[in-house]
């Protein structure tokens, strides 16, 4: 591996990596449930899109290349559709109760009546 | 003091854990998610086992790995059979424990 | 490289954690679906990142069918919540 | 290896944590949550052990497939507050039930810790046993040959799971399709993934039961990748289970087995015994028992988490 190639796929992980903790950052910081959901999925498709970036040139050949990229694909469609739906279902939460306790109870606790 | 050895305690940990859920806990359904923990601690000591008896040029022992898989799939059918058992007990009684004094049956709302 | 990669992997596995512990939090079921989600995308770049470290193509395998049945679980999870009703 | 170290320190302290969160949480929901984020954390620490086909189990089986039904448990029902708290046990009870996992645990531990170094191996066997099949994967050489019978039980405890399932249909529903009825979005999010991703699901299910005869995968992991490509269009309303009558769900769900069983019983005439290979049809005979299997898994799979037949619910 050329130094070029190595320093390259180290400042994408690198970078993929500070996603990741900016996405929490986020997420432990953003008040309310739609912005947690947008702060996970864009920060995480971007970090994992980037660590992606930064294997491809040490994958061992093409098959392994394609299946990287591959999951990325997956990672963001599945990703994507699930926001999609939670962010549905907090919506619909929040018309049916508008006012949200902090506390334990309420709308967070899902099987116990 | 390996990984290995790391991950062996957390085996222990993890039976610990689950064998005090399956015990201090009323509900059905949380004591087969106690007993799934239980069953993915005893599993992953196969796993540890199978890693020290690494040998013949392999990463780790394939046999454990083996019967670790044949347990997984077998755990699954139980849990999916003691789900049922649990659906089938409440839609009847309207119980979601097995206390040995049941309190007055109520009828399931759906 | 083996190093970077796997210090890589321990930040990120780092990272999701702490996120986990607000997601489990709650307080709504929302924030909670969103554990399984994270902890989904999270493992997956750990997984690659280990993969690259031991040169193991084997360990892609898994992190493909984590994305792939971590779609599906998500997906199964919110119907399954629907199923509870707005609580 | 300090990373290694650290990222192990890291997964056992995590796994821990979310197992004692499953069981703190304080909803049903809650704790199938924690239940399957440690199943997620479970596959990594299997990774980090070197077994690559458990993690690969784990994440379909341990965690996806276990978690679904579990969830699709809960929300079904709905545990009185009085009947629960009336069962659980005191907190003397409590104490000594945490006194008792602590002894178990602590004795474990002590028994894993002192154990000889280097351990007992049954590796070289293994590979001795099954160098002749010319399978490249030896957990999958041992699935098939050195443990065969094993595998052979597992798979038609998978039938009987199924059948032990659908008999807790209540009489009057025998017949009916199973699970509960989704209503259909026709042009929501859910029905474009129900729609892309089972093509590419069951490429890859495919991919993964066939690469285990060389690489980690295999029959199991495989079948439960195209049960979940199965499962998802009926979450997404696309289209109904089919009934428990139907014979072809039937045959799928036992063809794997009888197949297993007809090699297993052929072996008496042209090999030395039950489950004994003839010398140079070994991989063939495999691979045919992998394939129906694979399909026989994804069929009971998908049946176990639909769960017992049920009529449509009327409005």
């Known amino acids: 591996?050329?130094?070029?190639?190595?320093?390259?796929?180290?400042?994408?992980?690198?970078?993929?990596?500070?996603?990741?903790?900016?996405?929490?950052?986020?997420?432990?910081?953003f008040p309310d449930t739609l912005s947690r959901v947008h702060a996970l999925t864009k920060a995480d498709n971007l970090g994992l899109g980037l660590i992606v970036l930064g294997l491809l040139p040490l994958a061992p050949g093409l098959g392994a290349a394609l299946k990287l990229l591959l999951i990325w694909v997956l990672v963001v469609i599945g990703g994507a559709t699930a926001a999609q739906l939670i962010g549905a279902a907090a919506a619909r939460d929040e018309h049916a109760m508008p006012s949200p306790p902090s506390g334990g109870r309420g709308l967070g606790e899902g099987g116990v009546p | 003091m390996t990984g290995t050895d790391i991950l062996a305690l957390a085996a222990c940990g993890l039976v610990a854990i689950g064998l005090y859920g399956l015990v201090a806990q009323a509900e059905v359904l949380r004591k087969i998610i106690a007993f799934n923990l239980l069953g993915a601690g005893v599993f992953l000591l196969f796993g540890v086992v199978a890693r020290r008896?690494?040998?013949?040029?392999?990463?780790?022992?394939?046999?454990?790995?083996?019967?670790?898989?044949?347990?997984?799939?077998?755990?699954?059918?139980a849990t999916a059979l003691a789900l049922v058992l649990t659906l089938r007990l409440y839609q009847i009684t309207g119980a979601a424990t097995v206390a040995e004094d049941p309190p007055e049956p109520t009828a399931p709302d759906s | 490289m083996t190093e970077i990669l796997l210090g890589a992997a321990f930040v990120v596995l780092l990272s999701v954690l702490a996120g986990l512990w607000r997601v489990l939090r709650g307080p709504r079921r929302a924030d909670r679906l969103m554990a399984a989600q994270l902890l989904c995308t999270g493992g997956i770049a750990a997984l690659l990142l280990v993969a690259g470290a031991y040169?193991?193509?084997?360990?892609?395998?898994?992190?493909?069918?984590?994305a792939l049945l971590g779609a599906f679980t998500s997906v199964a999870f919110v119907m399954a919540a629907r199923l509870v009703g707005p609580r | 290896m300090t990373a290694g170290l650290l990222l192990d320190l890291l997964l056992a302290l995590a796994v821990l944590g979310t197992a004692a969160w499953t069981l703190a949480a304080r909803s049903q929901f809650a704790a199938v949550i924690g239940f399957v984020v440690t199943g997620l954390l479970l596959t990594l620490v299997w990774v980090r052990l070197g077994a690559v086909d458990v993690a690969l189990t784990e994440a379909a089986i341990g965690a996806g497939a276990t978690g679904v039904i579990l969830l699709y448990v809960v929300a079904r029902l709905r545990g009185g507050e009085a009947e629960i708290s009336a069962a659980t046990p005191s907190r003397a009870q409590r104490a000594l039930a945490a006194l008792l996992a602590l002894s178990v645990g602590g004795a474990l531990a002590y028994g894993v810790l002192s154990l000889p170094d280097p351990a007992p191996s049954l590796a070289e066997a293994a590979l001795a046993g099954t160098a002749p099949l010319g399978l490249g994967n030896p957990v999958s050489a041992v699935l098939m040959a050195h443990r065969g019978l094993d595998?052979?039980?597992?798979?038609?405890?998978l039938?009987?799971?199924?059948?032990?399932?659908?008999?807790?249909?209540?009489?009057?529903?025998?017949?009916?399709?199973?699970?509960?009825?989704?209503?259909?979005?026709?042009?929501?999010?859910?029905?474009?993934?129900a729609r892309i991703l089972?093509?590419?699901?069951?490429?890859?299910?495919?991919?993964?039961?066939?690469?285990?005869?060389?690489?980690?995968?295999?029959?199991?992991?495989?079948?439960?990748?195209?049960?979940?490509?199965?499962?998802?269009?009926?979450?997404?309303?696309?289209?109904?289970?089919?009934?428990?009558?139907?014979w072809r769900l039937r045959l799928m769900i036992a063809i794997g087995p009888l197949t297993f069983l007809a090699v297993g019983l052929a072996g008496f005439v042209v090999a030395e015994g039950f489950l004994a290979y003839p010398p140079g049809f070994a991989k063939p005979l495999i691979l045919l028992i992998e394939a129906a299997m694979t399909l026989s898994v994804a069929a009971a799979l998908a049946c176990l988490i639909a769960g017992p037949p049920e009529r449509r619910r009327r409005a």
Do not use: N
Request: hydrophobic share 55%; proline share 7%.
């Open chain 1, 1 to 29: 591996m050329s130094l070029l190639v190595g320093a390259f796929s180290t400042a994408c992980v690198l970078a993929g990596v500070f996603f990741f903790v900016a996405g929490t950052a986020g997420l432990i910081r």
């Open chain 2, 53 to 77: 008896g690494a040998g013949a040029g392999l990463a780790a022992d394939p046999v454990p790995q083996a019967m670790v898989i044949t347990g997984l799939v077998v755990a699954f059918a």
């Open chain 3, 55 to 66: 040169g193991d193509g084997a360990i892609l395998d898994v992190a493909l069918l984590l």
């Open chain 4, 151 to 157: 595998t052979l039980l597992e798979a038609i405890v």
């Open chain 4, 159 to 193: 039938v009987f799971a199924v059948l032990a399932v659908w008999s807790m249909a209540a009489d009057h529903r025998w017949g009916g399709r199973p699970g509960p009825v989704f209503q259909r979005e026709e042009h929501g999010p859910l029905s474009l993934l």
């Open chain 4, 198 to 246: 089972p093509p590419v699901g069951i490429v890859i299910g495919i991919y993964i039961a066939w690469v285990g005869a060389d690489s980690p995968g295999g029959k199991f992991q495989g079948g439960t990748i195209l049960a979940a490509m199965w499962v998802l269009p009926w979450i997404a309303g696309l289209v109904r289970p089919p009934s428990v009558t139907d």
